[in-house]
């Protein structure tokens, strides 16, 4: 059997398939090339429904935390301030947020999800169950456990790697 063919009958070796400078760690380059994916099917999903990548976590934290103090929500979201901002200026000329002084602290800015975003959460759970079945097809219920669970002791490593996770997002 030549290499062209081994590799065929063999899609999980990866050893011909990853770049050199990566050789060292084959799975840290998976999971790259795996979230780059997944990043660009949900970014597909999202679009249809006005959004931008990111932009349906940020919502998904307000529509579970109710209002929160912008510099609250931007620490969840362990993203850049002018980031955050950004998307909440999108989100608010789009209806789904809506941007308040805080009754508690004048200087202090609270962020809170719409009414009107009660429609685009079903749409965007409607988007990640479709991107769930799509990025696990093929997998068995077993085996989709499996692969949560190891992803979830990987999240682990790299949250004590990182000082802890700042958002649950």
């Given at each position: 059997?030549?290499?062209?063919?081994?590799?065929?009958?063999?899609?999980?070796?990866?050893e011909?398939?990853?770049?050199?400078?990566?050789?060292?760690?084959?799975?840290?380059?998976?999971?790259?090339?795996?979230?780059?994916?997944?990043?660009?099917?949900?970014?597909?999903?999202?679009?249809?429904?006005?959004?931008?990548?990111?932009?349906?976590?940020?919502?998904m934290?307000?529509?579970?935390?109710?209002?929160?103090?912008?510099?609250?929500?931007?620490?969840?979201?362990?993203?850049?301030?002018?980031?955050?901002?950004?998307?909440?200026?999108?989100?608010?000329?789009?209806?789904y947020?809506?941007?308040?002084?805080?009754?508690?602290?004048?200087?202090?800015?609270?962020?809170?999800?719409?009414?009107?975003?009660?429609?685009?959460?079903?749409?965007?759970?409607?988007?990640?169950?479709?991107?769930?079945?799509?990025?696990?097809?093929?997998?068995?219920?077993?085996?989709?456990?499996?692969?949560?669970?190891?992803?979830?002791?990987?999240?682990?490593?790299?949250?004590?790697?990182?000082?802890?996770?700042?958002?649950?997002?």
């Amino acid at each position: 059997m030549d290499i062209d063919s081994a590799a065929a009958a063999e899609p999980a070796c990866t050893e011909l398939l990853t770049p050199g400078a990566a050789r060292g760690g084959p799975v840290s380059h998976a999971l790259s090339r795996v979230a780059r994916l997944h990043r660009i099917a949900a970014g597909r999903l999202l679009k249809d429904l006005g959004l931008y990548p990111g932009q349906e976590h940020l919502m998904m934290h307000l529509w579970d935390s109710g209002a929160v103090r912008q510099a609250d929500l931007i620490k969840a979201m362990d993203l850049d301030p002018s980031t955050v901002t950004k998307m909440l200026q999108r989100l608010e000329q789009t209806g789904y947020v809506r941007r308040r002084p805080d009754p508690d602290d004048r200087r202090a800015v609270l962020v809170e999800a719409t009414d009107g975003s009660c429609s685009l959460l079903t749409d965007v759970r409607s988007a990640w169950a479709s991107l769930e079945e799509h990025t696990l097809a093929g997998l068995d219920p077993a085996e989709r456990a499996e692969l949560a669970r190891l992803l979830g002791k990987v999240e682990g490593n790299l949250c004590q790697e990182t000082a802890g996770c700042p958002g649950t997002l």
